[in-house]
């Protein structure tokens, strides 16, 4: 018998804007409400791919000078947005040496009040999909709240915990995994060229995840330090017991995915107990944490 761990992973911690260690990452756990369109079948669910660019990381005084937003269903577009805006405060050296937004090219533009409508309509309905979700998120429900508009960012899908699943790498940041999966774009840090690479992203670990709808994804918080979280749709998987062979894909950390073929001795949450082999006669058995499963697949 073998008894297979894997070392507990933190957040992206320099993905989190200054001043929002309140938040805690709580967010995080609260569940999302049921119905539309959490529960829709992933093809028939809206969903909005969003990405901003920022003054700097100091949420109580920096500012969103662009924003970009997709909104799709089924593979298509349905709307988008994208803009510069207009700031009260000028970009961090540091900032502008990433986006290289400078005041010039902000003077005619909108303000955040002029596009604000726009955005939270174009947001409503959908599931929110972002890269390291927590500063995007602070600042535009900030921004929202600012203009007398209820925060729209509630919960969302972060493409960084679906990549900690999916992808073997040694860094989550969106430029290192749209390289490696081959979606980069052409220019980094523009909030358009950026939305492109999380849709990309997302469609490519999707794939590799095989979720039935966005609360299924969501439930994909790998590198956070939450109780163990067993994904609805690999639990009901597994306790489908009919004595049958199944093809399990377990993410290994420091490796790439691996396929596993047994047969399910015990299935006691969050631990899983497998026989090795197809055949009857198992070769071995194994404990795996079923937070690793990527998906359960039938074996002819």
Request: contains cysteine; glycine residues 8%; hydrophobic residues 45%.
């Amino acid at each position: 018998m073998t008894a297979e761990a894997e070392p507990e992973e933190g957040p992206d911690l320099d993905e989190a804007p200054e001043g929002a260690a309140a938040e805690d990452l709580r967010w995080l756990t609260v569940t999302p409400p049921e119905g539309a369109p959490w529960d829709l079948p992933c093809p028939e669910t809206p969903w909005v791919f969003l990405d901003c660019e920022m003054t700097g990381v100091d949420a109580s005084r920096d500012e969103i000078i662009e924003v970009a937003a997709v909104r799709t269903r089924g593979g298509r577009e349905e709307a988008s947005l994208s803009t510069l805006l207009r700031a009260g405060v000028e970009s961090s050296p540091e900032a502008l040496a990433a986006h290289g937004i400078d005041d010039a090219m902000l003077r005619d533009a909108p303000s955040f009040g002029d596009i604000g409508e726009e955005l939270a309509l174009l947001l409503d309905g959908a599931v929110p999909v972002l890269h390291g979700a927590a500063m995007d998120r602070v600042f535009l429900n900030q921004a929202f709240e600012a203009h007398g508009l209820d925060a729209r960012l509630r919960q969302v899908v972060d493409t960084v915990h679906l990549a900690r699943r999916a992808v073997l790498s040694n860094s989550y940041k969106l430029g290192v995994i749209a390289e490696r999966l081959g979606v980069a774009p052409r220019q980094w840090h523009r909030a358009h060229e950026d939305v492109q690479a999380i849709r990309g992203v997302f469609e490519r670990v999707s794939a590799l995840l095989s979720p039935t709808s966005a609360r299924d994804l969501w439930q994909v918080r790998a590198g956070v330090r939450l109780p163990t979280q067993v994904r609805d749709t690999v639990a009901v998987a597994l306790s489908r017991r009919d004595g049958r062979p199944v093809a399990i894909w377990l993410r290994q950390p420091g490796r790439a995915p691996r396929r596993v073929i047994g047969r399910i001795i015990r299935w006691e949450p969050p631990h899983l107990t497998l026989g090795l082999g197809a055949s009857g006669r198992h070769r071995g058995v194994s404990i795996i944490r079923a937070d690793r499963v990527l998906r359960v697949e039938p074996v002819a």
